[in-house]
Nanobody, 124 residues
Framework: VQLQASGGGLVQTGGSLRLSCAAS????????MGWFRQAPGKDIEFVAA????????LYADSVKGRFTISRDNYKKTVYLQMTGLKAEDTAVYSC??????????????????WGQGTLVTVSS
């Protein structure tokens, strides 16, 4: 499966953005999907994950209550709605796909398929 992320940009503190990740070339509904981010000079960080049918989600503590992951299997797209953005949310955000077990989804190594990143910059 190939993944294409979009929707990043510059936003002020407290603002909102919605990232999209469009899939092609595979059976999207078979994959669990995740969002990760990497800030300059820092390690890649898990943000959120969603089950193949969209019924179960998982969030990093740092974004819980502010970010929402969702998916539309007909459109083969996963979304990350980000609200209450903070300066520390500034990073390159990437989407990823996997069929690995749910218990492993916080680990970037569990995802064999990655899209290119989209930059989110939060300014004060």
């Amino acid at each position: 499966v190939q993944l294409q992320a979009s929707g990043g940009g510059l936003v002020q503190t407290g603002g909102s953005l919605r990232l999209s990740c469009a899939a092609s070339g595979g059976t999207f509904s078979n994959y669990r999907m995740g969002w990760f981010r990497q800030a300059p000079g820092k390690d890649i960080e898990f943000v959120a994950a969603i089950s193949a049918n969209g019924g179960t989600t998982l969030y990093a503590d740092s974004v819980k209550g502010r970010f929402t992951i969702s998916r539309d299997n007909y459109k083969k797209t996963v979304y990350l709605q980000m609200t209450g953005l903070k300066a520390e949310d500034t990073a390159v955000y990437s989407c990823a796909a996997t069929t690995r077990p749910w218990s492993l989804l916080r680990q970037s190594q569990s995802y064999p398929h990655w899209g290119q990143g989209t930059l989110v910059t939060v300014s004060s």
